[in-house]
């Protein structure tokens, strides 16, 4: 009998963000595989997770995901092999993403590989906090009200924002860093630069929360959201919480 693969959400950055659920599935699994987004560095998703869970006599298998767009499932085959090897020996395997498993995860491809390999392999999906709702609940913003319509993007898209600023009450950029300043002039240039909050590393060290008026490009890294509210043609309201 083949084992259960779980997809577990760890949250943007704070262990305190795990659910009990994960916390759970962690605490039971023998092995944990987490993302590692450099071949030579570390994994931020196992540090979230040993700031709740002893991971002391855990099986820990870290995945190299290059840090490009797309990855391929073929990239990804060595590492589903290692992972469907455990499966079928009847033991658990947790693989911890950052955020939620559902939304800009590397799980899915991960998932694709280990199907490639073993389609029947049961999967388990534990969700978790996103960091666009963290950081929302952070900068102390509303995303949306009954009828409003939000709009959750990478910062690569930029090239559509500005339709998209037309047609959404609130607009999300996800990993916003690299692509700042350019994101900052279209906001400037729809009048919509005054109500939008860059949130930086939600739940980690270095964190900030600033009009993105405010920030300077040197002060960002990869896990950088802008959060965008009063766009969709309405009138422009106040941020709704404090920025520190």
Request: aromatic share 6%; with cysteine; glycine share 10%.
């Amino acid at each position: 009998m083949s084992g259960r693969l779980f997809a577990v959400g760890a949250g943007p950055g704070d262990p305190e963000f795990l659910t009990l659920k994960a916390v759970r599935i962690l605490r039971q699994a023998g092995t944990i595989a987490v993302p590692r987004g450099r071949s030579d560095g570390t994994s931020l998703a196992l540090g979230i997770i040993g700031g709740a869970v002893d991971l002391a006599g855990k099986n820990i298998i870290e995945i190299h995901f290059p840090m490009v767009r797309d990855i391929g499932a073929e990239a990804l085959k060595p590492a589903a092999g290692r992972i469907l090897e455990i499966l079928r020996k009847g033991e658990d395997v947790a693989f911890v993403t950052l955020g939620d498993p559902t939304l800009y995860s590397t799980f899915f491809r991960l998932r694709e590989a280990i199907s490639l390999l073993d389609p029947l392999v049961p999967v388990e999906i534990v969700p978790g906090v996103t960091s666009v709702t963290a950081a929302a609940a952070r900068a102390g913003l509303r995303l949306a009200l009954s009828g409003e319509k939000l709009a959750v993007l990478p910062a690569f898209r930029r090239d559509e924002l500005k339709d998209i600023l037309e047609r959404f009450e609130t607009v999300c950029l996800m990993k916003a860093g690299s692509s700042f300043q350019e994101i900052k002039k279209i906001l400037e240039e729809a009048g919509l630069a005054q109500n939008a909050v860059c949130v930086s590393r939600t739940g980690l060290p270095g964190e900030f929360v600033k009009p993105v008026a405010d920030v300077t490009e040197d002060e960002l890294d990869y896990f950088s959201t802008i959060i965008v509210t009063g766009s969709g043609k309405r009138s422009a309201r106040s941020h709704g919480g404090d920025v520190q």
